[in-house]
């Protein structure tokens, strides 16, 4: 019998996993897809992010990132990160050093798709895998989610991301976020010569009519040769809560809750989080993830959610550029709040 079973292959069911060999804990993974996995993701690793893999002896290639730039059609305003630099890198590229990881530290990684499980009062069982512990790292739209009953209402404002790299030399060493009126487009570079872009906002539009609305953006990458376009959503999941009845099923990342791709730190909670659930479960305090994870996500959270109030708002949503422009040591100061 393993002492955790993680549903879901990704950056940080993998971390979790890893975490969870380092406090010397036994661990597999179940992951049907094969290779590198890709999907929608904005790509720039915030500052503690790269720290926390760091700290997992993960170093994965990309591109270092300065700091964060708002614009709009008529301002640009930057802010540095303070904390050391970002780093842009492929989804796909994360997703291998992490692998790579994982195997050097013992997990096995099984080509299985669980959906369904059966619990007792000592163990889990999935997919002819017996766990002391299971932790569903299976996404937005998690099917473990939904199997213990824990799946939110729809959002009142759902937002979509659509995501496409563009082969052209980067131009800046910012994550760009250019605001037009009704969605934002996050550029990160990611290598020498390939950009991403990700386009946030309400269902709708098509990749390029999204784009559309960023001519500055548009002429800036001058038709380059594209990529496909990948998409996610609806982003806000309000899970109500972390650990499943009976306490043997935990959820992390993207699976325990989202509020919405804007700030940029999926990663960064994300790996904060499964830190925090395997420290639970080496203590024999499974319960005590709610709390764990509730002051994790907390300042990313509260942050987001302004945001997005603001964002929503006539009045002050065509403001946040130019507000930020007025007032860089407020705009820099929100930085270091979401990067350290």
Not at 53 to 66: F, H, N, T
Not at 171 to 191: C, I, K, L, Q, R
């Amino acid at each position: 019998m393993y002492d955790v079973l993680v549903v879901g292959g990704g950056p940080i069911g993998l971390a979790t996993a890893c975490y969870a060999a380092e406090a010397g804990l036994t661990a597999v993974v179940a992951e049907p897809r094969t290779g590198p996995i890709d999907k929608a993701c904005g790509e720039g690793l915030m500052p503690p992010a790269v720290a926390a893999l760091r700290g997992l002896g993960v170093e994965p290639a990309g591109r270092q990132l300065r700091g964060i730039r708002y614009c709009d059609a008529s301002h640009s305003v930057d802010a540095e990160f303070r904390s050391g630099p970002g780093r842009g890198v492929r989804r796909t590229v994360l997703h291998e050093a992490l692998a790579a990881r994982a195997e050097a530290a013992g997990v096995k990684v099984v080509p299985e798709r669980v959906t369904e499980f059966w619990q007792s009062a000592g163990c889990v069982e999935a997919s002819g895998i017996t766990a002391r512990y299971l932790v569903a790292a299976d996404g937005l739209h998690s099917p473990i989610r939904r199997a213990c009953g824990l799946d939110p209402a729809p959002a009142r404002h759902a937002r979509y991301g659509l995501r496409r790299h563009f082969q052209t030399a980067p131009w800046t060493d910012f994550v760009e976020v250019h605001w037009s009126a009704g969605s934002e487009a996050y550029v990160t570079p990611v290598d020498d010569g390939l950009v991403g872009v990700a386009v946030l906002g309400p269902a709708g539009d098509a990749f390029d009519e999204r784009l559309a609305a960023f001519p500055e953006l548009l002429d800036r990458l001058g038709g380059a040769t594209a990529g496909p376009v990948r998409g996610a959503g609806p982003l806000r999941q309000a899970v109500r809560r972390r650990v499943a009845p009976g306490g043997r099923i935990l959820l992390v990342g993207d699976a325990a809750g989202y509020v919405d791709a804007l700030t940029g730190e999926g990663i960064s909670v994300g790996l904060g989080q499964a830190r925090a659930l395997v420290a639970c479960l080496a203590a024999g305090r499974p319960a005590d993830y709610e709390r764990q994870w509730r002051r994790v996500c907390r300042r990313s959270n509260l942050l987001t959610v302004a945001l997005l109030a603001a964002r929503r708002n006539p009045v002050l949503g065509p403001r946040i550029v130019p507000a930020a422009g007025v007032l860089p040591a407020v705009f820099g100061g929100a930085v270091r709040l979401i990067t350290g």
